[in-house]
Protein backbone atom coordinates (compact mmCIF):
# COMPACT_ATOMS: atom_id res chain seq x y z
CA UNK A 1 0.00 0.00 0.00
CA UNK A 2 1.30 3.40 -1.16
CA UNK A 3 1.42 6.04 0.68
CA UNK A 4 1.30 9.48 -0.83
CA UNK A 5 2.04 12.65 0.27
CA UNK A 6 0.07 16.12 -0.73
CA UNK A 7 -0.34 19.55 0.57
CA UNK A 8 -3.17 22.00 0.80
CA UNK A 9 -3.49 24.16 -1.94
CA UNK A 10 -6.75 25.99 -1.28
CA UNK A 11 -9.41 26.00 1.44
CA UNK A 12 -13.33 26.84 0.72
CA UNK A 13 -15.63 27.28 3.16
CA UNK A 14 -18.60 24.93 1.87
CA UNK A 15 -21.07 25.86 5.12
CA UNK A 16 -20.91 26.52 8.91
CA UNK A 17 -19.86 22.94 9.24
CA UNK A 18 -18.01 21.71 6.54
CA UNK A 19 -14.96 23.01 4.11
CA UNK A 20 -13.98 21.91 0.93
CA UNK A 21 -9.76 20.99 1.12
CA UNK A 22 -7.73 20.48 -2.09
CA UNK A 23 -4.83 18.95 -1.99
CA UNK A 24 -1.95 18.65 -4.66
CA UNK A 25 1.68 17.68 -4.82
CA UNK A 26 3.91 15.49 -7.57
CA UNK A 27 2.20 12.37 -5.85
CA UNK A 28 -0.52 12.96 -6.64
CA UNK A 29 -1.00 12.49 -10.04
CA UNK A 30 0.03 9.05 -8.91
CA UNK A 31 -3.45 8.48 -6.88
CA UNK A 32 -5.57 6.85 -8.88
CA UNK A 33 -9.72 7.36 -8.90
CA UNK A 34 -11.60 4.10 -8.64
CA UNK A 35 -14.64 5.93 -10.25
CA UNK A 36 -16.86 5.01 -7.30
CA UNK A 37 -18.80 7.65 -6.31
CA UNK A 38 -17.97 6.93 -2.40
CA UNK A 39 -14.86 6.00 -2.33
CA UNK A 40 -12.92 6.81 0.46
CA UNK A 41 -8.67 7.32 1.95
CA UNK A 42 -7.14 7.44 4.40
CA UNK A 43 -5.80 10.56 5.74
CA UNK A 44 -2.14 10.51 7.81
CA UNK A 45 -2.07 13.69 10.06
CA UNK A 46 0.46 15.73 11.96
CA UNK A 47 1.28 13.98 15.04
CA UNK A 48 2.23 16.84 17.53
CA UNK A 49 1.51 21.00 17.26
CA UNK A 50 3.82 21.28 14.60
CA UNK A 51 1.30 21.23 11.31
CA UNK A 52 4.45 21.27 9.07
CA UNK A 53 5.54 18.09 10.47
CA UNK A 54 4.61 14.78 9.17
CA UNK A 55 6.08 11.29 9.63
CA UNK A 56 4.41 9.27 7.01
CA UNK A 57 4.26 5.41 7.39
CA UNK A 58 5.49 3.03 4.60
CA UNK A 59 4.23 0.49 2.75
CA UNK A 60 4.24 -3.30 4.65
CA UNK A 61 2.86 -5.61 1.85
CA UNK A 62 -0.82 -4.81 1.96
CA UNK A 63 -0.97 -2.16 4.74
CA UNK A 64 1.95 0.01 5.97
CA UNK A 65 4.22 0.61 9.20
CA UNK A 66 6.13 3.84 10.73
CA UNK A 67 9.68 3.24 10.77
CA UNK A 68 11.70 2.42 13.62
CA UNK A 69 12.24 5.85 15.63
CA UNK A 70 9.43 7.55 13.93
CA UNK A 71 6.26 9.21 15.32
CA UNK A 72 3.62 7.36 14.27
CA UNK A 73 0.78 9.39 12.16
CA UNK A 74 -3.06 9.95 13.56
CA UNK A 75 -4.95 8.33 10.85
CA UNK A 76 -8.87 9.11 9.79
CA UNK A 77 -10.70 7.88 6.72
CA UNK A 78 -12.35 10.62 4.56
CA UNK A 79 -14.52 10.16 1.31
CA UNK A 80 -12.88 11.97 -1.62
CA UNK A 81 -15.44 14.29 -2.69
CA UNK A 82 -13.60 14.85 -6.30
CA UNK A 83 -10.38 13.51 -7.95
CA UNK A 84 -8.73 15.47 -10.86
CA UNK A 85 -5.71 13.53 -11.60
CA UNK A 86 -4.47 15.31 -14.80
CA UNK A 87 -4.67 18.43 -12.82
CA UNK A 88 -2.76 16.99 -9.69
CA UNK A 89 -5.68 17.86 -7.42
CA UNK A 90 -8.29 16.44 -4.83
CA UNK A 91 -10.60 17.78 -2.81
CA UNK A 92 -11.92 16.70 0.72
CA UNK A 93 -14.51 17.79 2.24
CA UNK A 94 -14.27 17.85 6.15
CA UNK A 95 -16.92 18.03 9.14
CA UNK A 96 -15.83 20.94 11.66
CA UNK A 97 -16.01 19.79 15.02
CA UNK A 98 -13.57 20.44 17.87
CA UNK A 99 -13.41 16.90 19.00
CA UNK A 100 -10.47 14.74 17.95
CA UNK A 101 -8.02 15.04 15.20
CA UNK A 102 -9.30 15.31 11.56
CA UNK A 103 -11.78 18.49 12.59
CA UNK A 104 -9.75 20.55 14.48
CA UNK A 105 -6.71 20.35 11.62
CA UNK A 106 -9.20 21.44 9.39
CA UNK A 107 -10.79 24.34 10.77
CA UNK A 108 -6.99 25.71 11.13
CA UNK A 109 -6.04 24.47 7.69
CA UNK A 110 -3.88 26.78 5.14
CA UNK A 111 -2.04 26.22 1.93
CA UNK A 112 0.94 24.24 2.16
CA UNK A 113 0.33 22.24 5.04
CA UNK A 114 1.01 18.74 4.00
CA UNK A 115 -1.07 15.23 4.79
CA UNK A 116 -0.80 11.96 4.12
CA UNK A 117 -3.22 9.46 1.92
CA UNK A 118 -3.24 5.99 0.50
CA UNK A 119 -5.53 4.97 -3.31
CA UNK A 120 -8.54 5.40 -2.73
CA UNK A 121 -11.16 2.39 -2.38
CA UNK A 122 -15.15 2.83 -3.41
CA UNK A 123 -18.24 1.22 -2.09
CA UNK A 124 -21.04 2.81 -4.05
CA UNK A 125 -22.10 -0.20 -6.71
CA UNK A 126 -26.06 -0.05 -7.80
CA UNK A 127 -27.10 -3.06 -10.00
CA UNK A 128 -27.10 -3.40 -14.02
CA UNK A 129 -31.02 -2.76 -13.82
CA UNK A 130 -31.27 0.41 -11.39
CA UNK A 131 -33.89 2.73 -12.23
CA UNK A 132 -34.30 3.63 -8.88
CA UNK A 133 -32.19 4.80 -5.58
CA UNK A 134 -32.99 5.80 -1.91
CA UNK A 135 -29.72 7.71 -0.79
CA UNK A 136 -29.94 8.62 3.08
CA UNK A 137 -26.89 10.09 4.80
CA UNK A 138 -25.88 12.37 7.66
CA UNK A 139 -23.51 15.39 7.24
CA UNK A 140 -20.90 13.19 6.99
CA UNK A 141 -21.98 11.22 3.98
CA UNK A 142 -23.00 14.80 2.09
CA UNK A 143 -19.66 14.46 -0.04
CA UNK A 144 -20.56 11.20 -1.64
CA UNK A 145 -23.95 11.70 -1.76
CA UNK A 146 -23.11 15.01 -3.99
CA UNK A 147 -20.73 13.19 -5.96
CA UNK A 148 -23.24 10.11 -6.75
CA UNK A 149 -26.09 12.51 -7.93
CA UNK A 150 -23.77 14.31 -10.02
CA UNK A 151 -22.67 10.92 -12.21
CA UNK A 152 -26.36 9.47 -11.96
CA UNK A 153 -28.03 8.33 -15.40
CA UNK A 154 -30.68 11.09 -15.84
CA UNK A 155 -33.19 8.11 -16.22
CA UNK A 156 -32.73 7.15 -12.80
CA UNK A 157 -35.43 8.56 -9.80
CA UNK A 158 -33.56 9.01 -6.92
CA UNK A 159 -34.89 9.83 -3.65
CA UNK A 160 -32.28 10.86 -0.73
CA UNK A 161 -33.05 12.20 2.87
CA UNK A 162 -30.21 13.91 4.49
CA UNK A 163 -29.95 14.97 8.27
CA UNK A 164 -27.98 17.91 9.29
CA UNK A 165 -27.40 19.51 12.45
CA UNK A 166 -29.26 22.62 11.64
CA UNK A 167 -30.49 25.04 8.57
CA UNK A 168 -26.85 26.14 8.64
CA UNK A 169 -25.72 22.65 7.47
CA UNK A 170 -27.72 22.70 4.12
CA UNK A 171 -25.96 23.04 1.37
CA UNK A 172 -26.37 23.51 -3.10
CA UNK A 173 -26.32 19.58 -4.14
CA UNK A 174 -25.58 19.08 -7.80
CA UNK A 175 -29.22 19.38 -9.87
CA UNK A 176 -30.65 16.15 -11.14
CA UNK A 177 -33.58 15.85 -13.29
CA UNK A 178 -35.50 13.32 -11.18
CA UNK A 179 -34.11 13.41 -7.57
CA UNK A 180 -35.34 14.99 -5.10
CA UNK A 181 -33.74 15.78 -1.44
CA UNK A 182 -35.21 16.01 1.75
CA UNK A 183 -33.23 17.90 4.35
CA UNK A 184 -34.09 16.80 8.19
CA UNK A 185 -32.84 18.20 11.37
CA UNK A 186 -30.82 16.77 14.12
CA UNK A 187 -28.35 13.87 15.16
CA UNK A 188 -24.83 14.37 14.05
CA UNK A 189 -23.73 14.16 17.29
CA UNK A 190 -26.14 16.63 18.92
CA UNK A 191 -28.95 14.65 19.55
CA UNK A 192 -30.03 10.87 18.81
CA UNK A 193 -29.97 9.84 15.37
CA UNK A 194 -32.55 9.56 13.30
CA UNK A 195 -31.39 7.51 10.43
CA UNK A 196 -32.63 4.10 10.81
CA UNK A 197 -36.06 6.43 11.01
CA UNK A 198 -35.43 7.67 7.55
CA UNK A 199 -34.51 4.57 5.90
CA UNK A 200 -37.58 2.62 7.92
CA UNK A 201 -39.77 5.97 6.29
CA UNK A 202 -38.43 5.88 2.90
CA UNK A 203 -37.67 1.96 2.48
CA UNK A 204 -41.30 0.12 4.46
CA UNK A 205 -41.96 -3.15 4.74
CA UNK A 206 -43.90 -4.49 1.32
CA UNK A 207 -42.37 -1.80 -0.53
CA UNK A 208 -41.68 -2.56 -4.08
CA UNK A 209 -38.09 -2.71 -4.79
CA UNK A 210 -37.52 -3.85 -8.02
CA UNK A 211 -34.85 -2.40 -9.90
CA UNK A 212 -34.14 -0.55 -6.91
CA UNK A 213 -30.65 0.52 -4.68
CA UNK A 214 -30.15 1.71 -1.53
CA UNK A 215 -27.15 3.58 -0.05
CA UNK A 216 -26.95 4.85 3.53
CA UNK A 217 -24.09 6.30 5.44
CA UNK A 218 -23.30 8.47 8.70
CA UNK A 219 -23.04 7.30 12.30
CA UNK A 220 -21.98 3.82 12.77
CA UNK A 221 -24.13 2.14 15.60
CA UNK A 222 -27.55 4.58 14.05
CA UNK A 223 -26.71 2.08 11.47
CA UNK A 224 -27.02 -1.41 12.63
CA UNK A 225 -30.82 -1.55 12.57
CA UNK A 226 -31.28 -0.11 9.38
CA UNK A 227 -28.52 -3.30 8.05
CA UNK A 228 -31.10 -5.45 9.90
CA UNK A 229 -34.43 -3.80 8.31
CA UNK A 230 -32.89 -4.14 4.63
CA UNK A 231 -31.33 -7.40 5.25
CA UNK A 232 -34.26 -8.86 7.61
CA UNK A 233 -37.21 -7.42 7.00
CA UNK A 234 -36.85 -6.77 3.51
CA UNK A 235 -35.09 -9.46 2.91
CA UNK A 236 -32.83 -7.64 0.15
CA UNK A 237 -29.70 -9.75 -1.65
CA UNK A 238 -26.48 -7.76 -0.84
CA UNK A 239 -26.18 -6.57 -3.98
CA UNK A 240 -29.12 -4.13 -3.53
CA UNK A 241 -28.06 -2.03 -0.58
CA UNK A 242 -24.91 -0.50 1.09
CA UNK A 243 -24.74 0.38 4.10
CA UNK A 244 -21.32 1.94 5.29
CA UNK A 245 -20.41 3.55 9.03
CA UNK A 246 -18.83 6.58 8.92
CA UNK A 247 -18.26 7.36 12.20
CA UNK A 248 -19.02 6.91 15.78
CA UNK A 249 -19.62 8.85 19.14
CA UNK A 250 -16.88 9.61 21.13
CA UNK A 251 -14.74 7.05 18.83
CA UNK A 252 -11.91 7.60 20.94
CA UNK A 253 -13.49 6.22 23.94
CA UNK A 254 -14.77 3.71 21.98
CA UNK A 255 -12.10 2.11 20.77
CA UNK A 256 -10.97 2.27 24.81
CA UNK A 257 -13.13 0.37 25.44
CA UNK A 258 -12.74 -2.17 22.74
CA UNK A 259 -8.90 -2.90 23.52
CA UNK A 260 -10.10 -2.91 27.58
CA UNK A 261 -12.65 -5.75 26.97
CA UNK A 262 -11.15 -9.61 27.79
CA UNK A 263 -9.08 -11.31 25.74
CA UNK A 264 -11.50 -14.31 25.07
CA UNK A 265 -14.76 -11.97 24.07
CA UNK A 266 -11.87 -9.85 21.76
CA UNK A 267 -10.96 -13.55 20.37
CA UNK A 268 -14.68 -14.76 19.76
CA UNK A 269 -15.54 -11.45 17.93
CA UNK A 270 -12.43 -11.83 15.43
CA UNK A 271 -13.27 -15.35 14.97
CA UNK A 272 -16.46 -14.01 13.08
CA UNK A 273 -14.18 -12.81 10.10
CA UNK A 274 -11.38 -16.01 10.16
CA UNK A 275 -13.95 -17.96 8.49
CA UNK A 276 -17.57 -16.25 8.03
CA UNK A 277 -19.90 -18.57 7.42
CA UNK A 278 -22.52 -17.12 5.16
CA UNK A 279 -22.92 -13.65 3.48
CA UNK A 280 -20.62 -11.15 5.05
CA UNK A 281 -23.65 -8.78 5.88
CA UNK A 282 -25.20 -11.65 7.35
CA UNK A 283 -21.77 -11.96 9.70
CA UNK A 284 -21.80 -8.28 9.85
CA UNK A 285 -25.26 -8.07 11.50
CA UNK A 286 -24.21 -10.76 14.31
CA UNK A 287 -21.23 -9.23 14.84
CA UNK A 288 -23.24 -5.63 15.50
CA UNK A 289 -25.48 -7.74 17.94
CA UNK A 290 -22.51 -8.79 19.87
CA UNK A 291 -21.32 -5.47 20.16
CA UNK A 292 -24.08 -3.92 21.07
CA UNK A 293 -24.39 -6.94 23.97
CA UNK A 294 -21.46 -5.56 24.99
CA UNK A 295 -22.46 -2.05 25.40
CA UNK A 296 -20.23 -0.82 22.76
Known sequence: MT?????????????DTMVRITFAGDDVPAFVSTGVDDEYVRLFF?????RRELSLPVSSGS????????PTAPVRTFTVRAARPEAAEIDIDFVLHDDGIAGPWAAAARPGD??????????????????????????????????????????VV???????????S??????????????????????????????????PPHAELAGT??????????????RKHLRKTLALPTERFKVVGYWAPGGESWSARYKALPADVKAELAALWDDPQGD?????????????????
Not at 158 to 168: F, G, I, L, S
Open 280 to 296: LEDVTITYEEQLTRLGL
Open 114 to 155: PLGLNAPTGLYDPPADLARQFLVCDLTGLPALARILENTPQG
Open 213 to 226: YIWVAGETTALRSV
Open 63 to 70: GWETPEGR
Open 170 to 203: VQPLPAHPRAKVTWTYGGNGHGPSRLAELVTAAV
Open 158 to 168: TRAVVEVPDER
Open 46 to 50: PHGAD
Open 3 to 15: IYRATVSRVRPLT
